[in-house]
């Protein structure tokens, strides 16, 4: 997990400006060693990231959910705040993606935030980005920032369609909603479809069931 991954970095960094601290005082290359330790936890200090994300084998990065297994979706980092995106196989995404009609940039630069949405004002292979601002479609590129994109040869144009993609955070789905079950045919608090034909019948035509001439039922079907 990349929390876990710093952590280890922070304390061996810390541990490094502690043991070289001695040696730094009268040996030039104690304290240039002591100085690229130091700089090398500050620097790890400076990057936290959701304790949710699990780097893998090949060097790709998923997401757990707190139910077990992986998240799809997109994925807002409760810690940077960024989004992300994990395809179907809830691996982590970059490049142009599209939803409800609109753009959005996964950044492909490693930097330390690959993978997320760049948003508006953020400078991309030297684009200033304009995008929405809004909270329900932030980061929605302009058309002026598209153009620019593709001058530059990022694809925006063939680029996959992920509307109805469901929403993570903090481990858990946030959205959509799971769906509502619909209504169940019930008499009386029981559900009819638990019921016998003979309660069926009773609960239709008023009980004594379907008789012909019968005069207990709500619906006569002979007289």
């Known amino acids: 997990m990349k929390n876990k991954l710093k952590k280890v970095?922070?304390?061996?960094?810390?541990?490094?400006?502690?043991?070289?601290?001695?040696?730094?005082?009268?040996?030039?290359?104690?304290?240039?060693l002591n100085e690229v330790s130091c700089t090398m936890e500050v620097q790890a200090?400076?990057?936290?990231?959701?304790?949710?994300?699990?780097?893998?084998?090949?060097?790709?990065?998923?997401?757990?959910?707190?139910?077990?297994?992986y998240a799809s979706g997109w994925i807002q980092d409760e810690v940077d705040k960024n989004w992300y995106y994990m395809d179907e196989s809830a691996t982590m995404q970059s490049g142009v993606y599209k939803s409800n009609g609109k753009y959005y940039l996964l950044s492909?630069?490693?930097?330390?935030?690959?993978?997320?949405?760049?948003?508006?004002?953020?400078?991309?292979?030297?684009i200033t980005i304009s995008a929405s601002?809004?909270?329900?479609?932030?980061?929605?590129l302009s058309d002026s920032t598209l153009s620019a994109l593709r001058n530059a040869g990022v694809n925006v144009d063939n680029v996959p369609d992920i509307s109805g993609s469901?929403?993570?955070?903090?481990?858990?789905?946030?959205?959509?909603?799971?769906?509502?079950?619909?209504?169940?045919?019930?008499?009386?608090?029981?559900?009819?479809?638990?019921?016998?034909?003979?309660e069926r019948m009773d609960a239709f035509f008023g009980g004594g069931g379907i008789k012909p001439g019968g005069t207990g039922s709500k619906i006569h079907l002979y007289n």
């Open 9 to 32: 970095i922070i304390t061996t960094g810390t541990l490094l400006c502690l043991t070289m601290a001695p040696i730094a005082q009268n040996n030039p290359l104690g304290q240039f």
């Open 45 to 69: 200090a400076e990057l936290p990231y959701s304790i949710y994300w699990e780097t893998q084998a090949d060097g790709s990065w998923k997401y757990k959910l707190n139910t077990g297994g």
């Open 108 to 126: 492909e630069l490693h930097d330390g935030h690959y993978g997320h949405m760049v948003k508006n004002g953020e400078v991309y292979q030297g």
């Open 133 to 140: 601002t809004n909270a329900d479609d932030e980061g929605a």
């Open 166 to 198: 469901q929403h993570i955070s903090d481990g858990e789905i946030t959205s959509p909603s799971p769906a509502p079950q619909p209504n169940k045919p019930s008499w009386e608090g029981k559900d009819i479809r638990d019921m016998t034909d003979q």
